[in-house]
């Protein structure tokens, strides 16, 4: 299997293949291009490769049509005039934030395995039937643990307060 024949016969058509399925041709381009370069680093066996190149690149449109619709939705949230970063700190707020953190990751690193994981996956924006597969329990009960694991974890950071 010559990746590079492969791409002069395929190409086309798996660019207008992409370009249908996500409507952007930038986006299409890419699609081709991420689809030639896992062609490269793990080649199919058993199977026909251009079904293979086509099955990838659907994939590939789904993941990015999924994360283009998230970060449509974040984009809606934020006004268009807020601005793109915090004001810069000084360092007494850098040496106070690094405490902190050290504080807070030392707490993190006090509590069980799972309320951990529960805790930083909710941080994340993880939602509870993902936070549920990761920790082995069911969705409904996902917010009483991560409310559990909250104030263990708050009963561990006496010194600091909410601001």
């Given at each position: 299997?010559?990746?590079?024949?492969?791409?002069?016969?395929?190409?086309?058509?798996?660019?207008r293949?992409?370009?249908?399925q996500?409507?952007?041709?930038?986006?299409?381009s890419?699609?081709v291009?991420?689809?030639?370069?896992?062609?490269?680093r793990?080649?199919?066996?058993?199977v026909?490769p251009r079904?293979w190149?086509f099955q990838v690149?659907?994939?590939?449109?789904?993941?990015?049509g999924r994360?283009?619709?998230?970060?449509e939705?974040?984009?809606?949230?934020?006004?268009?005039?807020?601005?793109?970063?915090?004001a810069?700190?000084?360092?007494d707020?850098?040496?106070?934030a690094?405490?902190?953190?050290v504080?807070?990751?030392?707490?993190?690193?006090?509590?069980?395995?799972?309320?951990?994981?529960?805790?930083?996956?909710?941080?994340?924006?993880?939602?509870?039937?993902?936070?549920a597969?990761a920790v082995?329990?069911?969705?409904?009960?996902v917010?009483?643990?991560?409310?559990r694991?909250?104030?263990?974890?708050?009963?561990?950071?006496?010194?600091?307060?909410?601001?």
């Amino acid at each position: 299997m010559d990746p590079e024949r492969l791409y002069i016969d395929y190409a086309p058509a798996l660019y207008r293949y992409a370009f249908h399925q996500c409507g952007d041709a930038e986006l299409a381009s890419d699609i081709v291009q991420e689809t030639f370069m896992r062609l490269i680093r793990q080649p199919p066996r058993d199977v026909s490769p251009r079904a293979w190149l086509f099955q990838v690149a659907t994939n590939l449109a789904r993941e990015w049509g999924r994360t283009g619709t998230r970060r449509e939705r974040l984009l809606k949230i934020v006004p268009l005039d807020a601005a793109h970063s915090d004001a810069p700190r000084g360092p007494d707020a850098d040496v106070l934030a690094r405490e902190e953190y050290v504080v807070v990751h030392e707490a993190l690193a006090r509590l069980p395995e799972r309320d951990r994981t529960i805790l930083l996956m909710r941080e994340q924006g993880f939602t509870h039937a993902e936070i549920a597969a990761a920790v082995g329990t069911t969705t409904k009960s996902v917010g009483t643990l991560a409310a559990r694991a909250f104030t263990k974890l708050r009963t561990l950071l006496p010194s600091i307060r909410p601001s």
